[in-house]
């Protein structure tokens, strides 16, 4: 009975409000950065929109699916079907930081293309 119990409240600890809270700050500053690079010239105008774009439709997702995270086998639903599930999983919300290191440290080494000509 203390495990049926249990279970049905998973979702409605303070934890998972601070998960919530927490992917939402990495979106939104994943989302800044991003248009700061851009607006530095360290990312194309196009690298930088699709990254705020991707952080947008994420944070977006993230607030649709509420405070709750879903449970993966005991919806009705498959958990694909559900645009919040994803996004909510702890360790998603860093590819997006992780990916804009990647491409600054590509970028790193590269030479501009105002110094060639001087």
């Not at 809270?21 to 979106?27: N, S």
């Not at 439709?57 to 993966?72: D, E, K």
Request: one cysteine or more; proline letters at 5%.
């Amino acid at each position: 009975m203390a495990r049926n119990r249990k279970a049905e409240q998973i979702g409605t600890g303070r934890s998972w409000k601070l998960l919530f809270v927490a992917c939402a700050l990495t979106y939104a500053t994943t989302a800044a950065y991003a248009a700061s690079l851009g607006r530095a010239r360290w990312l194309g105008r196009w690298a930088a929109a699709a990254y705020v774009t991707l952080s947008a439709v994420a944070l977006l997702f993230l607030v649709l699916r509420g405070l709750a995270f879903p449970s993966a086998t005991g919806a009705s639903r498959a958990w694909y079907t559900e645009p919040g599930f994803v996004v909510g999983i702890p360790a998603i919300p860093w590819v997006l930081p992780a990916l804009l290191g990647v491409v600054l440290l590509r970028r790193a080494g590269d030479v501009p293309l105002h110094s060639l000509s001087a």
